[in-house]
């Protein structure tokens, strides 16, 4: 099964999958854009915890595992690129967190803040790029075809439907990346407002 969730704070979503495993379904995968895939099993009490890594290389994030593994965790899903890493306790010594500290917990959140900043910050060059390349005249990602409109019947139609994947592909490319620099412009807030509720928990122990 596959289910469409996206959540804001790493604690609502091991939630999440708390209740999923209650319900028989266990986290097999995760893909980007909040797409989980569960398998069916039996209902089990599951404690999920979530770190949020990237890696500049396979032995680094092999490193990173072998760590958790020595600590008590098993690593669920996850790969060196893309960030969420999901873990469940397989042995005594995990205990009840996967941090050792609130610091630590609190450096996730910085990581995907970090990222959802320099994803916004590629998608609005891009779009600004896009802008200055048609001279502010934003009517150059529409039809180009000399005469298109005052043409008819077959002459019409046949211009019509030869431009029109170009002009999809000028048009959709745009409006697909504006709305992801919208995303992530909101999930970096939201995780950059997490990561100070952490900072400040930190400081007040």
């Not at 779009?127 to 005469?147: D, E």
């Not at 409109?149 to 504006?178: D, N, Q, S």
Request: charged share 15%; with cysteine.
């Amino acid at each position: 099964m596959r289910k469409l969730k996206v959540f804001w704070d790493f604690a609502s979503e091991e939630a999440y999958l708390h209740d999923m495993a209650q319900k028989g379904w266990l986290l097999q995968n995760y893909s980007a854009f909040g797409i989980y895939h569960f398998v069916k099993n039996a209902p089990q009490e599951l404690n999920y915890k979530i770190d949020y890594r990237l890696f500049s290389s396979t032995k680094e994030f092999q490193n990173y595992l072998s760590l958790f593994e020595d600590a008590g965790w098993k690593h669920i899903c996850g790969t060196k690129n893309n960030g969420s890493q999901y873990f469940l306790p397989c042995g005594p010594q995990a205990g009840d967190e996967i941090f050792s500290d609130p610091a630590s917990a609190a450096q996730r959140y910085k990581t995907l803040y970090q990222i959802c900043l320099t994803n916004f910050s590629v998608f609005i060059a891009y779009l600004i790029v896009i802008y200055c390349s048609y001279g502010g005249n934003l009517s150059g990602l529409g039809f180009l075809t000399p005469g298109l409109w005052e043409r008819t019947g077959a002459a019409f139609w046949g211009g019509f439907f030869f431009e029109l994947p170009f002009v999809i592909l000028r048009v959709g490319c745009p409006v697909f990346f504006a709305v992801l620099a919208v995303l992530y412009g909101y999930w970096g807030e939201k995780a950059h407002q997490a990561y100070r509720k952490q900072a400040k928990k930190e400081a007040a122990q």
